[in-house]
Every structure is written in structure tokens, then in C-alpha cells.
């Protein structure tokens, strides 16, 4: 019997906090997934300055209250939003245009689940009477009801898209922050965040070089990794951390990966590049476990210097980024919150012991209709 299947949008803001990826996609929310159309959104300069600002005072509050300031930046976030569905719906022909449901994820202002929260930008309830499509969001929370991390929830999608070879893979996303996917046969996986991807390369290609990233690694390049740097880097207490573990950009704080005196701010670049390299390479020590295959996804894999870091470090000649493989790297994390949204839709669970932490799976995702 086949099971029915569902056209889901998929709006993905991420923590490198450059704009809108959106993902039409038709699944079943259990392995069959067809990619109908991607689209990304840039942010204008005004609305991205914004939700960093606000994302730097709630990292230094005690106690997240949603403020009047907060209110004033939702609304213009989920405007934002709303205008980038209009646009997207207008490209849309035919069958295209009969959408089910749109698995919404803002952006996240706060992540912390020692304290219980999760907050991402962009109210679902305006969105889903404005647009007049069911509307499902804060996915993150139900898992930290049941004392996960709330993240990574890309793992299910993964498995679904990828696990149809039986072999040992690791599917490593390189957004702001990096996490991972262990595969192994076509039914057990697991998964944590690794730690920073871009968003500390990003924050000195910006402080050093008034760039908002290190286009293709360029900058990086030009520099030389300080081992004893990234060697010191390496100890910190919150990459001894077990999996899984779930990271928010403020654990990763300038101040706390400092420029070492006479380093150079490219060798500076430099090192914090081969310091992401390097952690994701440690994912096969960490499992004790062979991979068969690497697969890279997230904006992240645009950076040369990155990953050729990378490669170097894991030595394994299947390393494959996902278009190779079908799925277009940069808009993985938006397909996936359309799939997960129709498991929600479906009351399958997205969140698991194995990838979350959690003490039990759990449905993720609350349904907002029109």
C-alpha cells in the first residue's frame, strides 16, 4: 500500500543568519522525497544587523523575557517572510501551487537546553493565517520537554535520503555550527553537533577584514594554521562534551578563542578554519567505528581552504558533497524541516534517544492552522 504523500515548504533560517532557503518538497515523511524547487532569500543589511543585535543582548541576559524590542523585529522578521512566500507562490505553475503545509523554522535567538528553551524568530501563527497554509513550527521544544538537546533534528531526513546503501556514513552539515549523522546499515543512526562550522570564521572574516564571510576561503589561504593555537583551542571543556550534544553560536564567543599575541590575522583565520576541520575529523575516533563515506552539506562546504582541510585530515577518498549525490548541499537543512513537518503532520516522531539525547522519541513540531 503506498503511503500518502504531502508537498511541504520548508523555510530554513540558519545561524550563519544570511537569509531565507526555501524547499518545496513531495514525501511520504518516511524515505520517498522529491525536491520540487529551492529558492534562497538574502536578508537586507538593516533586518540581518538587527537579529544579530538582538541575538548579542539575549546572550547576555540571565533570563530570556521576550521584550518589546523582541515583538518589534519578529514582526518585521515574519513580514519578511510572508513577502518571500508571496514571491515564491508566484513562481510556483500548476500542481506546484497546492501546497499542504509549510514547516517553518525562524531564526534562533536563543538555544539553551540546560535552561529549558528554545526560541527561533518569526511568529507561525501570523504566518499561517497571513498565508492561509497550515503552519508547523517550534520543533525544537517537545524534545527538550523530554530532556534532549533539541538538536540536531536533520538526522531523520538524512536517514531518509541516505541510508539506502547499508555502508558506514557520516553526513556532516557545515552551517553556522557543525553537526553530524552517523549511519550505519539501512536502520541505526546517530547524531550530535560537532562544534563552531562558519560562525567563527564568519565573525573574524567581519572583525578583521570587514567581510561578512570568507568567500570560497580565500582569506584563510592567504594565511598558516598555528597548531599551538588550535592545539590549546582543542581542550576546551565543551568539546569533551559526550554525544549528543547540541551548541548554540554564543558558546563559541570571540573572546574565548583569542588571537594569540604575534599571530597574524590571517594566520588568526587561518587556525580557527583548521580548528572546524579538525573537530569534524575527529568523528570517526569519537564512534570508533569505520566510515565508508563522508557526505558535506550547509553553506560551509563553499569554503575551499575548509574542506580541503578536511579531506586531508580524514584520508578517505569517498568524500562526496551531496549534489553529487542529488540533494543540493545548501538547502538540505530547508528540505529536511519540509519532511520533518510532514512526520509531524503524520505523528511520526523526528527526535530520538540516539540523536537528541532524549529520553524517548518524540513528535516534533507544533501544528498552526489558518
Known sequence: MK????????????TSIDGLDFSLIKSDGVKNVK???????KFGRNIRNEIINLIEIFSLEKKFIRNEKFYEIDLKFINFVIRKIANFLSELKGKEKKIDLIGF???????????????QLGNPEILAKKIKIP??????????????????LVPVYHKAIFSKTGKNIAV??????????????????????????????????????????????LLASKGEVNHNLV??????????????????????????????????DLNYLRSL???????????????????DFWIFSGGGVKNLTLMNDIKNLVGNENFFLS??????????????????????????????????GCKKKNVCGEIFNP
Open 231 to 264: 592545539k590549546n583551542w582543542m581542550k576546551k571543556k565543551l568539546f569533551k562534551k559526550s554525544n549528543p550534544k547540541s551548541f548554540d553560536t554564543k558558546n563559541f564567543k570571540i573572546s574565548h578563542f583569542y588571537q594569540k599575541k604575534g599571530v597574524s
Open 35 to 41: 525536491i520540487i524547487k529551492n529558492k534562497y532569500y
Open 3 to 14: 503511503r500518502k504523500e504531502f508537498c511541504s515548504l520548508g523555510i530554513m533560517s540558519g
Open 323 to 356: 549534489d553529487e549525490l542529488g540533494f543540493n548541499s545548501l538547502f538540505i537543512e530547508s528540505a529536511a524541516f519540509g519532511f520533518i513537518s510532514i512526520r509531524t503532520l503524520k505523528r511520526l516522531p523526528s527526535a530520538f534517544p540516539e540523536t537528541t
Open 273 to 291: 578554519t583548521y580548528l572546524t576541520a579538525k573537530l569534524i575529523s575527529k568523528i570517526e575516533i569519537e564512534l570508533k567505528k569505520k566510515i
Open 135 to 152: 503552519v508547523v513550527a517550534n520543533f525544537r521544544n517537545k524534545d527538550i520537554e523530554y530532556l534532549g538537546e533539541g538538536a540536531p
Open 105 to 119: 523554522h525562524g531564526n534562533t535567538i536563543i538555544h539553551s537546553p540546560k535552561n529549558n528553551i528554545s526560541v
Open 172 to 217: 556532516v552539515n557545515i552551517g553556522g555550527i557543525s553537526n553530524f549523522t552517523f549511519l550505519s546499515g539501512k536502520t541505526y543512526f546517530t547524531a550530535s553537533d560537532i562544534g563552531p562550522g562558519n560562525t567563527l570564521i564568519d565573525r573574524v572574516s567581519f572583525l578583521k577584514f570587514r567581510k561578512y564571510f570568507d568567500k570560497n576561503g
